[in-house]
């Protein structure tokens, strides 16, 4: 199954910008969804932002004009720019990718990286 591996999190001032990368272990080509999601302390995890491998976005409406989500097929990596940061987006970010393979739908996730936003 695909491998995802997310990089990029860590420690950023209220108002600043964080980029997360999410490397998948195969081509993207063949993966219909890749998004973001993420999981606060005490709450459920909630979709950020979505790609289709046609490249149509989707975002969560807590950070439409904020963050957008981004893919380079050539590095079969998935990008989220995070700008306008607020510290209730702090929040371990999940990345996720949804295909189908042997005709059975797979659903596959990262292991999160930890984003905060704080003075």
């Known amino acids: 199954q695909v491998q995802l591996v997310e990089s990029g999190g860590g420690l950023v001032q209220p108002g600043g910008s964080l980029r997360l990368s999410c490397a998948c272990s195969?081509?993207?080509?063949?993966?219909?969804?890749m998004g973001w999601y993420r999981q606060a302390p005490g709450k459920q995890r909630e979709l950020v932002a979505t790609i289709t491998s046609g490249s149509i976005t989707n975002y969560a409406d807590l950070v439409k004009g904020r963050f957008t989500i981004s893919r380079d097929n050539a590095k079969n990596t998935v990008y989220l720019q995070m700008n306008s940061l607020k510290p209730e987006d702090t929040a371990v970010y999940y990345c996720?990718?949804?295909?189908?393979?042997?005709?059975?739908?797979?659903?596959?996730w990262g292991q999160g990286t930890q984003v905060t936003v704080s003075w």
């Open positions: 195969e081509s993207m080509f063949s993966i219909n969804i």
């Open positions: 996720n990718a949804k295909y189908y393979r042997d005709f059975i739908f797979r659903d596959n």
